[in-house]
């Protein structure tokens, strides 16, 4: 009975969190191209309406293809629990390994290469017709191949050791593994806090010093100002995969350094990257970072004390389509069950995620507006939000559920406040 009501809660919530995306979707694209033919009173004489309206055009066509990738996707998961994917998957399994650990890493294993197959066109289709047919796509083929080549071997060389530490703790450290494994899933992560800006970053990119001298020194400066001290300013050479840009600071403790995306130095004044790298250096000097990483921290400490009960449950299996191996250990099919339902279960609260978000932002506008010149940061905005096709008119409700940052006419009208406080008090920008 507490199986079959499970199943029923799960298809519940599967069917609600569908249903949510796709009335929020299609509230995103009627909003959207209610207001493709006119640009915000905002933007007037910033934005020209064709790329306000390429804008429009290509968040239509990212909507749309989340739209079906939602429903694929959701596919994909029935198909895997309800419909009995993993019960076979790993019936097979074990009839090839016999129990063991063998066979709970070739579980998981096999489900991330089943997974990441069926996904591929997805990938393929939106990186080669989607970016393509607006004009973002720079990656050739070759490219696409190596970094999936690339991204397997890393993700196994560094996954398949956690994975085999984690199921080894569930196996043998009692009813308390979870915390064991909630410490090191924590040291990991702030490990790759340190390695990923000088090992794993460089294996995709190549990261170059900052050769304007005259950039270089306004960017010291402000750091100066600021307190913030780095291991160096680099170009990394985004243009080969996107003509998107971006600016952002890596790394952890003293391992911290900024780079930026060239197709972002080729678009900027110098001013306006200094205000860019002034948001940026905002969340830092707000703690923003570690605020966001003590919350990941709490949050995954709940979820594996929540996995910790689940995994002893015979109703967690059951019902999500799978019998468990009577007297074996069924430890990776209770990771796989839980990392597989829990999106489900947790996309009706993601408002509240986008709250504390979009508040940082907004901060870190304002410490930019307090160390910079806010008008440079508009600007720098207004030309970020065109090059990247980034749409003014986003519907609110849809917003807030998806986007980390403040729907853009806000968070310009709060710049210009910001800028107009500082002119009235005489202030001129640090």
């Not at 066109?121 to 393509?132: C, G, I």
């Not at 607006?134 to 993700?155: I, Q, R, S």
């Not at 170009?235 to 995969?241: A, H, L």
């Not at 508040?359 to 160390?371: L, N, Y």
């Amino acid at each position: 009975m507490v199986s079959f009501g499970f199943s029923v809660l799960f298809v519940i919530f599967f069917m609600l969190t569908l249903v949510l995306r796709y009335w929020l979707a299609s509230r995103h694209v009627r909003h959207v191209l209610r207001h493709r033919d006119r640009v915000p009173a905002e933007f007037a004489g910033r934005i020209p309406l064709a790329a306000h309206q390429k804008a429009a055009d290509y968040t239509v066509a990212k909507t749309r293809y989340g739209m079906v990738h939602a429903v694929w996707s959701g596919l994909v998961l029935v198909g895997f629990t309800l419909l009995g994917g993993l019960q076979a998957l790993s019936i097979a399994l074990l009839q090839l390994t016999g129990p063991g650990m063998a066979h709970q890493i070739g579980l998981v294993v096999a489900y991330a290469v089943i997974a990441g197959v069926l996904d591929l066109p997805f990938s393929y289709w939106f990186q080669f017709v989607l970016e393509q047919r607006f004009g973002f796509n720079k990656m050739t083929l070759k490219l696409w191949l190596l970094d999936a080549v690339k991204g397997t071997l890393l993700g196994a060389v560094i996954g398949l050791p956690l994975l085999w530490v984690v199921l080894t703790l569930m196996d043998r450290t009692g009813a308390l593994w979870w915390l064991y494994a909630w410490l090191v899933f924590s040291g990991f992560q702030l490990l790759m806090m340190v390695l990923y800006p000088t090992v794993i970053a460089p294996m995709f990119n190549k990261f170059t010093p900052l050769g304007d001298e005259s950039l270089k020194s306004r960017i010291e400066g402000l750091m100066a100002r600021v307190g913030f001290a780095s291991k160096g300013l680099f170009v990394m050479d985004g243009s080969k995969r996107s003509s998107h840009g971006n600016a952002y600071f890596s790394g952890f403790g003293a391992n911290k350094r900024i780079v930026f995306f060239d197709t972002l130095l080729e678009r900027l004044a110098p001013s306006e990257i200094e205000a860019v790298l002034a948001h940026e250096l905002g969340h830092f000097k707000l703690k923003h970072i570690v605020k966001r990483i003590v919350v990941a921290f709490a949050l995954s400490l709940v979820f594996l004390a929540l996995l910790g009960w689940l995994k002893n449950q015979v109703w967690f299996y059951t019902g999500l389509g799978v019998l468990p191996l009577l007297g074996q250990n069924n430890d990776a099919m209770a990771l796989l069950l839980f990392m597989l339902v829990l999106p489900v279960f947790t996309f009706p609260f993601a408002p509240l995620t986008s709250i504390t978000s979009r508040k940082h932002e907004f901060e870190a506008d304002a410490f930019a507006a307090s160390h910079s010149d806010a008008r440079e940061l508009v600007a720098a905005l207004v030309k970020m939000y065109e090059d990247n096709a980034s749409t003014l008119t986003p519907d609110p409700l849809h917003s807030a559920f998806y986007d980390s940052h403040p729907p853009a006419s806000i968070r310009i009208r709060r710049l210009h406040e910001a800028g107009a406080l500082a002119g009235a008090a005489g202030m001129e920008p640090a």
